[in-house]
Structure formats: structure tokens, C-alpha cells
């Protein structure tokens, strides 16, 4: 049973980086799509990116001027950078599972992690 | 990228009544979507995949239908524990993802 933890900073000021990392357990993370998404409170979900070992990121176009993703399979780890961030990035961020090619959705989840933004 | 929209954004109904949430997308997505329940202060639970399966566990009550543009969510039998959000989803072959902004699920 795969176990995804968020873990990082819970308060940011604005203008600097946001960075996350998400450790998993219960399995090796070469095979799988990783994935961050965040949803600010009160509001919806929002897909940040995603990653697979052997590709490239894929990101969501509103953002992709100022994300990335990495993985870190020696230590089980995917890594999220937001920069120049802005009260509009106070969120929960979670880290999930893309289950493909066996499930066609997210299938494992991080408890997420909440961060706001202030100064 | 997809673009979705969601309703009703919430709805408020009585135990036992059958509750119907419907997801447009912007274009063709096949059968790529899928619907995700979120109780207040948990983690999403998908509950239908590929526009019609129900999830492993998932109560019969809940159904999806549709494909191409035009998606449609069911409980049949609203149940006090549904109270929740509900999303839907959509993914392409890259993959990339969109969410629906949710419909909030209340008890009449």
C-alpha cells in the first residue's frame, strides 16, 4: 500500500519560492506518474504538473512560467518549486498518483499540506 | 487546454432523492473523465472512472454516464453521508488535467 507524504514550509513570503516535496512509501516511484495539485481554501482543485521517470514534466499552462517538478528515485521523492509566489498561491498541496496504465485516475493521495503566503 | 464546467455549483437535497451534477468539456474528450467525492477536510476519492466505471468499493447508488462533451453524475438515493463535493475530471494523452469547479452537495 503506496503511503505519499507531503512535507515543506507552511508559510512563504511573497515574491520568494514555495518548495514541497512529497516522500512516498510502500513502493519504488520509477514506474509511475507523480503528480501536484492544490486547492486554495474554500475553492476548488487545481492540477499543478506531473512527472514521469523517464519524460519529461508536464505543466499546467497557467503556471508553467514558474514551476517545476523533479523526482528523486534513490530516495523515493517527488519535488515541487513554485516561484515568485503571490497570496494567490495559499493553497493545500497535495501529491498524487496517476495510476496509469492500470487506473486512468488519481488513485493514491498525500493527506496534503497547507501554505500560505504572507509576509 | 480542456476547459469544464460544473452544475450546479451546489444543491441541496432530501435523504432519498435522486441528485444529477452535469460536466461539459470544451471538446471530444472520449470517455477520459472521471468523478471525485471530497468530504470537508479529506483528501478526494475517485468514485467513477472513464465517464461510467464504478470505483472498487464505491456504493451502487452512485453512476456516471456520457461521453464526447456532455457528462452526467447520479445518486441515485441521497444518503447523509454523501454530503460532499463533487468534481469531475478530464485528461488528455500527454497527460495533462482539468478539474470541473465542484458542486457542493447538501442535505434538504
Known amino acids: 500500500q503506496l503511503q505519499l507524504q507531503e512535507s515543506g514550509p507552511g508559510l512563504v513570503k511573497p515574491s520568494e519560492t514555495l518548495s514541497l516535496t512529497c516522500t512516498i512509501s510502500?513502493?519504488?516511484?520509477?514506474?509511475?506518474?507523480w503528480t501536484w495539485l492544490r486547492q486554495p481554501p474554500g475553492k476548488g482543485l487545481e492540477w499543478i504538473g506531473s512527472?514521469?521517470?523517464?519524460?519529461?514534466?508536464t505543466y499546467n499552462s497557467s503556471l508553467k512560467s514558474r514551476v517545476s517538478i523533479s523526482l528523486d528515485a534513490s530516495k523515493n521523492q517527488v519535488s515541487l518549486s513554485l516561484s515568485s509566489v503571490t497570496t494567490a498561491d495559499t493553497a493545500v498541496y497535495y501529491c498524487?498518483?496517476?495510476?496509469?496504465?492500470?487506473?486512468?485516475?488519481?488513485?493514491?493521495w498525500g493527506r496534503g499540506t497547507l501554505v500560505a503566503v504572507s509576509s | 487546454d480542456i476547459q469544464m464546467t460544473q452544475s450546479p455549483s451546489s444543491l441541496s437535497a432530501s435523504v432519498g432523492d435522486r441528485v444529477t451534477i452535469t460536466c461539459q468539456a470544451s471538446?471530444?474528450?472520449?470517455?477520459?473523465l472521471n468523478w471525485y467525492q471530497q468530504k470537508p477536510g479529506k483528501v478526494p476519492k475517485v468514485l467513477i472512472y472513464?465517464?461510467?466505471n464504478l470505483a472498487t468499493g464505491v456504493p451502487s447508488r452512485f453512476s456516471g454516464s456520457g461521453s464526447g462533451t456532455h457528462f452526467t453524475f447520479t445518486i441515485s438515493g441521497l444518503q447523509p453521508e454523501d454530503v460532499a463535493t463533487y468534481y469531475c475530471?478530464?485528461?488528455?494523452?500527454?497527460?495533462?488535467?482539468?478539474f470541473g469547479p465542484g458542486t457542493k452537495v447538501d442535505i434538504k
Open positions: 498524487a498518483r496517476w495510476g496509469q496504465p492500470w487506473n486512468y485516475y488519481f488513485d493514491y
Open positions: 510502500g513502493g519504488p516511484i520509477k514506474s509511475d506518474f
Open positions: 512527472i514521469y521517470q523517464t519524460g519529461s514534466p
Open positions: 471538446q471530444d474528450i472520449s470517455n477520459f
Open positions: 472513464d465517464a461510467s
Open positions: 475530471q478530464v485528461y488528455d494523452n500527454v497527460p495533462r488535467f482539468t
